[in-house]
């Protein structure tokens, strides 16, 4: 079991008038970091059915340390936890710059619950989905697994 990894790029709108990163833009980079797990990762292991239909029912953020902008990426790294029939947790590490060895900036979790959009309603886990979250699932002092995966281009829209 591993935590997923992955660089997120800042960019100069991230930042407020204090010159920092932005409360509200640290979450969208969160949501891009997802988006790479959730969506990308899970596709090309066989677990896809997210992007049909996955909406977040709770985000807790607690920030840590300010992320100044220096033309830098960000690490995020997620695990995956408590994993229930109709949900699952994220959790997320959000440091200042590329590096594990850079400060922890932002701490937050997702709980995630996977949607059926035709039929209006939440719908189970299935067995890829809790295989592929079985794989994440881990605690905050575990091993990682290597080189983060660089976040993809952001589509416009």
């Known amino acids: 079991m591993s935590r997923f990894h992955v660089e997120v790029p800042l960019r100069w709108a991230d930042l407020d008038a204090y010159r920092h990163v ?3 833009r640290a979450v969208t980079l969160l949501e891009e970091a997802r988006v790479e797990l959730v969506f990308h990762r899970a596709s090309d292991e066989g677990a896809g059915g997210w992007s049909d239909g996955l909406l977040v029912a709770s985000l807790q953020v607690n920030y840590q340390v300010q992320i100044p902008y220096q033309g830098q990426e960000v690490r995020v ?3 995956t ?3 229930r029939a109709a949900s699952f947790l994220i959790h997320y590490e959000m440091h ?3 590096s594990e060895n850079d400060p922890v900036a932002v701490t937050a979790q ?3 619950v996977p949607y059926d959009l035709v039929a209006g309603r939440p719908r189970r886990l299935t067995e890829p989905e809790r295989t592929f979250l079985a794989h994440w699932s881990d605690g905050p002092n575990a091993s990682t697994d ?3 995966v660089p976040a993809r281009p952001s589509r416009p829209g």
């Open 146 to 148: 290597g080189v983060p």
């Open 81 to 83: 936890d408590q994993v």
């Open 110 to 112: 997702t709980k995630m």
């Open 77 to 79: 790294s997620m695990w």
């Open 22 to 24: 932005n409360h509200a």
């Open 96 to 98: 200042t710059g590329p």
